[in-house]
């Protein structure tokens, strides 16, 4: 049964927007958000609480995106903005179903992902 469904990439010219939303089936103690980009591992990117709304970012993408949630429609939102070619990769959503203390930033300590989207930003 598919826990995680990811929408809002595609391509965007560099200092462009996106919206990425991830649709959880049930809803967990943490959801993230990770990238793969091009020949890269993948890392984290952004994190957030689901009972108190606590977020951890890349140092990257700080003052850039967003994580934010819904809790009507079990939905984590990633506003990108000001993007740029290095943010090019597939988005995966992730969630963990144990608390942690903040937000977990290995991909490891997740346990449902989704099927990733691209976002793909040109120069």
């Known amino acids: 049964q598919v826990q995680l469904v990811e929408s809002g990439g595609g391509l965007v010219q560099a200092g462009g927007s996106l919206r990425l939303s991830c649709r959880a089936l049930?809803?967990?103690?943490?959801m993230a958000w990770f990238r793969q980009g091009p020949g890269k591992e993948r890392e984290f990117v952004a994190g957030i609480s689901w009972d108190d709304g606590t977020t951890a970012y890349k140092d990257s993408v700080k003052g850039r995106f967003t994580i934010s949630r819904e809790d009507a429609k079990n939905t984590v939102y990633l506003q990108m903005n000001s993007l740029k070619p290095e943010d090019t990769g597939v988005y995966y959503c992730a969630s963990r179903t144990l608390e942690a203390s903040g937000i977990p930033t290995h991909d490891d300590e997740y346990d449902y992902w989704g099927q990733g989207t691209q976002v793909t930003v040109s120069a």
């Open positions: 049930i809803v967990n103690q943490r």
